[in-house]
């Protein structure tokens, strides 16, 4: 009984020839001139392709011109169940069919007619020469064999359906062995014969040069011209695929790691050599990272895809790792093997290579999250010193994306509000009365809670803005310490210390803030102190200079702070105009050192001498010293007795709000 015809009109069918080819082909006929004898295929890379394309067109009448264009996917076109009533076998050979048969004969074309139970009735010697086998031989063998239409279901179903007449045409794409042993691909097409002769016309184009054109096209797409490597493009695609779940669900690790390096010092060879040098030392480079590959997938399931990502960056991929050791291994091997110089061009050329390692599981990953996850981790072996490999550390990370946070929002807190300011009291050593106090920044962060300086005042100083910031500090210092003044009449006035950073004096007109602020609160100026970090005012030269000068004969006081840690260079008090000295809180410390547990500490003798010389040259140049980190009241008796002015410290005070300041106003501290 005859098959119904399929309900859909048209649908699609890849019959599979051979497995390892994955791209698709055209459908376009092939010209005329196809050469009869194919010639040897060669495969310059292994990429998979879809072994065949099937197409079924419906036609109300069989046609012998080629089949129309169709998409590049196989595809299969059903037609209703109107087959014509079998036609008469044909008559004798008539001269109206002596041109069609000599046509036939002659064509460029392989072609062969096959009768209603596929079996071929004669061939061209075309068609004989591509298999190759005389016309005469081929005539009765079941022509799907010939030329694989029996491979798969579906490609066998549409064939026994364009020989039934249900069908219109067939084309597909195969893959044959020739008899002298390479394999060539071809496109089929099934037709049904003109009315009146029963069976269907086969014909076969070679189309290896198309498929090798293609192939050739494809690897230079996916690969680097200088190093020949798998771009970034192919590199994603691998990333991608092994990051799918059916890749690790097949069996494996489930795992998959990335070492993303970075050539230090490559673009001074661009530079000073010359791109064409340059290109021939990544080429060099990309060898040796290949053998380093290679040895690392020895006697293992797979081997790490080595991969150029752009200038002087590559990444080697690595499927189904069983852990950090091995990405750790691999990147050591790859920092020993670029240690050996280069010789390119007859110059010896030495590079290192910072490396990122990234180790995961690749459920839940992304291509996107992973890389970003090396290129993080790949700056972090630069900025530790380059020359050297860094895991990925999710705590270190984390740390950098609250940083990146506090970037991005920083500038807008400022105008937002969220800062507040608290104020360290400064205690004259002898009569422990307050004198002044620092003012500390606090940043009241939505998400993070209250920050201290050191959190944000680097960041601030990065990426400018550190100037809103430090003028706001200024101005309400200033009209604080003012306030505190007009509350407490019989109280001596008391001065605020705020800390002034260096870009503050290059990137806004300091003086001006200052005189401003003053003007406006009615501060007078020596109730006013300026800090500036030691390392700041070193070298200081120019508008720095200036500014400060112009600060202390308005009659601003200016302090070093922190000072004993930088250089220490004592030429600068001379020249600088400076009225105070803050000690760092270093010194302070030693003046007790750790003894073993249970023991008392014991003062450090020279800690001692060496602060009270700072003391005493502090005096001889009219300059008032603060000891910072004042903890306990030994350490305050000691400083009393060399001389210090004034101490600063969780003996007598954390720091705190500005009412709690008031009431120490009232009495000693």
Same mark, same amino acid.
């Given at each position: 009984?005859?098959?119904?015809?399929?309900?859909?009109?048209?649908?699609?069918?890849?019959?599979?020839?051979?497995?390892?080819?994955?791209?698709?082909?055209?459908?376009?006929?092939?010209?005329?001139?196809?050469?009869?004898?194919?010639a040897r295929e060669s495969a310059p890379e292994p990429v998979p392709e879809p072994a065949s394309e099937s197409v079924?067109?419906?036609?109300?009448?069989?046609?012998?011109?080629?089949?129309?264009?169709? /998409?590049?996917? #196989? %595809? =299969?076109? $059903?037609? +209703?169940?109107?087959?014509?009533?079998?036609?008469? @076998?044909?008559?004798? &050979?008539?001269?109206?069919?002596?041109?069609?048969?000599?046509?036939?004969?002659?064509?460029?074309?392989?072609?062969?007619?096959?009768?209603?139970?596929?079996?071929?009735?004669?061939?061209?010697? /075309?068609?004989? #020469? %591509? =298999?190759? $086998?005389? +016309?005469?031989?081929?005539?009765?063998?079941?022509? @799907?064999?010939?030329? &694989?239409?029996?491979?798969?279901?579906?490609?066998?179903?549409?064939?026994?359906?364009?020989?039934?007449?249900?069908?219109?045409?067939?084309?597909?794409?195969?893959?044959?062995?020739?008899?002298?042993?390479?394999?060539?691909?071809?496109?089929?097409?099934?037709?049904?014969?003109?009315?009146?002769?029963?069976?269907?016309?086969?014909?076969?184009?070679?189309?290896?040069?198309?498929?090798?054109?293609?192939?050739?096209?494809?690897?230079?797409?996916?690969?680097?011209?200088?190093?020949?490597?798998?771009?970034?493009?192919?590199?994603?695609?691998?990333?991608?695929?092994?990051?799918?779940?059916?890749?690790?669900?097949?069996?494996?690790?489930?795992?998959?790691?990335?070492?993303?390096?970075?050539?230090?010092?490559?673009?001074?060879?661009?530079?000073?050599?010359?791109?064409?040098?340059?290109?021939?030392?990544?080429?060099?480079?990309?060898?040796?990272?290949?053998?380093?590959?290679?040895?690392?997938?020895?006697?293992?399931?797979?081997?790490?895809?080595?991969?150029?990502?752009?200038?002087?960056?590559?990444?080697?991929?690595?499927?189904?790792?069983?852990?950090?050791?091995?990405?750790?291994?691999?990147?050591?091997?790859?920092?020993?093997?670029?240690?050996?110089?280069?010789?390119?061009?007859?110059?010896?050329?030495?590079?290192?290579?910072?490396?990122?390692?990234?180790?995961?599981?690749?459920?839940?990953?992304?291509?996107?999250?992973?890389?970003?996850?090396?290129?993080?981790?790949?700056?972090?072996?630069?900025?530790?010193?380059?020359?050297?490999?860094?895991?990925?550390?999710?705590?270190?990370?984390?740390?950098?994306?609250?940083?990146?946070?506090?970037?991005?929002?920083?500038?807008?807190?400022?105008?937002?509000?969220?800062?507040?300011?608290?104020?360290?009291?400064?205690?004259?050593?002898?009569?422990?009365?307050?004198?002044?106090?620092?003012?500390?920044?606090?940043?009241?962060?939505?998400?993070?809670?209250?920050?201290?300086?050191?959190?944000?005042?680097?960041?601030?100083?990065?990426?400018?803005?550190?100037?809103?910031?430090?003028?706001?500090?200024?101005?309400?210092?200033?009209?604080?310490?003012?306030?505190?003044?007009?509350?407490?009449?019989?109280?001596?006035?008391?001065?605020?210390?705020?800390?002034?950073?260096?870009?503050?004096?290059?990137?806004?007109?300091?003086?001006?803030?200052?005189?401003?602020?003053?003007?406006?609160?009615?501060?007078?100026?020596?109730?006013?102190?300026?800090?500036?970090?030691?390392?700041?005012?070193?070298?200081?030269?120019?508008?720095?200079?200036?500014?400060?000068?112009?600060?202390?004969?308005?009659?601003?006081?200016?302090?070093?702070?922190?000072?004993?840690?930088?250089?220490?260079?004592?030429?600068?008090?001379?020249?600088?105009?400076?009225?105070?000295?803050?000690?760092?809180?270093?010194?302070?410390?030693?003046?007790?050192?750790?003894?073993?547990?249970?023991?008392?500490?014991?003062?450090?003798?020279?800690?001692?001498?060496?602060?009270?010389?700072?003391?005493?040259?502090?005096?001889?140049?009219?300059?008032t010293v603060t000891a910072e980190c004042v903890e306990t009241s030994d350490q305050a008796s000691r400083l009393r007795?060399?001389?210090?002015?004034?101490?600063?410290?969780?003996?007598?005070?954390?720091?705190?709000?500005?009412?709690?300041?008031?009431?120490?106003?009232?009495?000693?501290?």
């Amino acid at each position: 009984m005859a098959e119904p015809a399929p309900a859909t009109p048209r649908f699609t069918v890849l019959a599979e020839s051979v497995p390892a080819v994955v791209d698709l082909l055209g459908s376009a006929p092939p010209p005329a001139c196809t050469t009869p004898a194919p010639a040897r295929e060669s495969a310059p890379e292994p990429v998979p392709e879809p072994a065949s394309e099937s197409v079924l067109e419906p036609a109300p009448r069989p046609v012998l011109e080629p089949a129309p264009d169709s /998409t590049p996917d #196989a %595809l =299969l076109s $059903a037609a +209703p169940n109107t087959a014509p009533n079998p036609a008469p @076998a044909p008559g004798p &050979d008539t001269g109206a069919e002596r041109p069609f048969r000599s046509a036939f004969s002659a064509a460029p074309l392989a072609m062969a007619v096959v009768d209603h139970e596929g079996l071929v009735v004669s061939a061209n010697e /075309t068609f004989g #020469a %591509l =298999l190759g $086998a005389g +016309p005469d031989e081929l005539a009765g063998q079941p022509a @799907a064999e010939l030329v &694989d239409l029996a491979s798969d279901a579906r490609t066998r179903h549409a064939y026994g359906e364009v020989l039934r007449g249900r069908q219109a045409r067939l084309r597909c794409a195969r893959r044959l062995k020739h008899p002298d042993g390479h394999r060539l691909w071809v496109q089929v097409t099934v037709a049904p014969l003109t009315p009146g002769f029963p069976g269907v016309l086969l014909s076969v184009a070679d189309i290896s040069a198309r498929r090798e054109l293609q192939a050739r096209l494809r690897h230079l797409k996916n690969h680097d011209p200088v190093t020949r490597l798998p771009n970034r493009t192919l590199f994603f695609e691998r990333l991608s695929a092994a990051l799918e779940t059916e890749s690790y669900e097949r069996g494996g690790s489930g795992r998959v790691g990335l070492c993303y390096l970075d050539l230090d010092g490559f673009k001074a060879v661009n530079d000073t050599l010359g791109h064409r040098v340059g290109d021939r030392l990544l080429a060099a480079v990309a060898e040796r990272l290949t053998r380093c590959a290679d040895e690392a997938g020895h006697g293992r399931t797979s081997t790490p895809l080595v991969a150029r990502l752009g200038g002087d960056e590559f990444a080697l991929l690595v499927e189904d790792s069983t852990g950090t050791e091995q990405l750790a291994e691999l990147a050591e091997s790859v920092l020993s093997a670029l240690q050996e110089p280069f010789e390119v061009a007859g110059r010896l050329l030495s590079v290192s290579a910072s490396i990122g390692v990234v180790e995961r599981h690749a459920a839940g990953s992304s291509a996107t999250a992973l890389m970003q996850a090396a290129d993080t981790t790949l700056y972090w072996a630069k900025a530790d010193g380059k020359a050297r490999w860094t895991l990925f550390d999710p705590e270190r990370n984390a740390h950098r994306m609250t940083r990146q946070a506090l970037v991005s929002t920083l500038r807008a807190a400022v105008e937002r509000g969220e800062f507040a300011l608290e104020y360290q009291p400064l205690v004259g050593m002898e009569d422990g009365r307050l004198r002044g106090v620092e003012a500390l920044v606090r940043w009241r962060h939505p998400e993070f809670g209250t920050l201290t300086p050191n959190r944000f005042i680097a960041l601030a100083e990065e990426d400018g803005s550190i100037v809103p910031l430090g003028r706001w500090i200024l101005a309400t210092a200033c009209h604080q310490a003012r306030r505190w003044q007009l509350d407490h009449p019989d109280e001596p006035p008391i001065f605020v210390s705020v800390n002034v950073a260096v870009r503050q004096v290059w990137d806004s007109d300091l003086v001006a803030d200052v005189a401003e602020v003053l003007a406006r609160t009615g501060l007078a100026p020596h109730l006013l102190q300026l800090e500036l970090t030691e390392s700041a005012v070193m070298g200081s030269a120019g508008r720095p200079l200036e500014a400060l000068r112009s600060l202390n004969d308005m009659g601003v006081h200016i302090a070093i702070d922190d000072f004993g840690t930088g250089y220490s260079n004592l030429a600068y008090l001379s020249r600088l105009p400076v009225s105070a000295l803050k000690l760092d809180g270093s010194f302070v410390r030693g003046f007790q050192r750790e003894e073993p547990e249970g023991a008392a500490s014991r003062p450090s003798p020279a800690d001692e001498v060496i602060v009270e010389a700072m003391i005493q040259l502090a005096h001889r140049l009219g300059l008032t010293v603060t000891a910072e980190c004042v903890e306990t009241s030994d350490q305050a008796s000691r400083l009393r007795r060399i001389g210090c002015d004034t101490g600063q410290g969780w003996l007598y005070s954390r720091p705190v709000s500005p009412d709690r300041i008031s009431e120490l106003l009232d009495g000693r501290v």
